[in-house]
């Protein structure tokens, strides 16, 4: 074995490390921009928070995905994913180029 390959048991449990703690700082990053929308009331934040919990929750997904997988298939479930990470990416950027929006018009 070299240095840089690991046994599958060791990669498992790096994946599922990495998951979590991204799953954790997402949600929140997510949590910290829903509290400035409460603060500031600005239509734009709300956008953003959203955002970041709907790209944020896709690592909840991979980590109950073995038991989800079985039900709806693989196809369908990594498409899941992929929507609520594009649709959140959408959200976050319509989020940024709002106040621009609304200052040129």
């Known amino acids: 074995?070299?240095?840089?390959?690991?046994?599958?048991?060791?990669?498992?449990?790096?994946?599922?490390?990495?998951?979590?703690?991204?799953?954790i700082l997402?949600?929140?990053?997510?949590?910290?921009?829903l509290r400035g929308y409460w603060q500031s009331r600005a239509r734009p934040m709300l956008f953003i928070a959203v955002g970041f919990f709907l790209v944020f929750w896709t690592p909840v997904l991979?980590?109950?995905?073995?038991y989800l997988t079985p039900l709806v298939g693989p196809f369908v479930y990594g498409m899941v994913g992929e929507i609520s990470r594009?649709?959140?990416?959408?959200?976050?950027?319509y989020g940024l180029r709002m106040p621009y929006l609304q200052r040129n018009s």
């Open 1 to 23: 074995m070299s240095l840089l390959q690991l046994s599958p048991t060791i990669q498992s449990q790096i994946a599922f490390v990495l998951t979590v703690t991204s799953t």
């Open 26 to 33: 997402g949600l929140a990053v997510g949590y910290l921009a």
């Open 62 to 66: 991979l980590v109950i995905g073995p």
């Open 86 to 93: 594009i649709i959140g990416l959408l959200a976050i950027l």
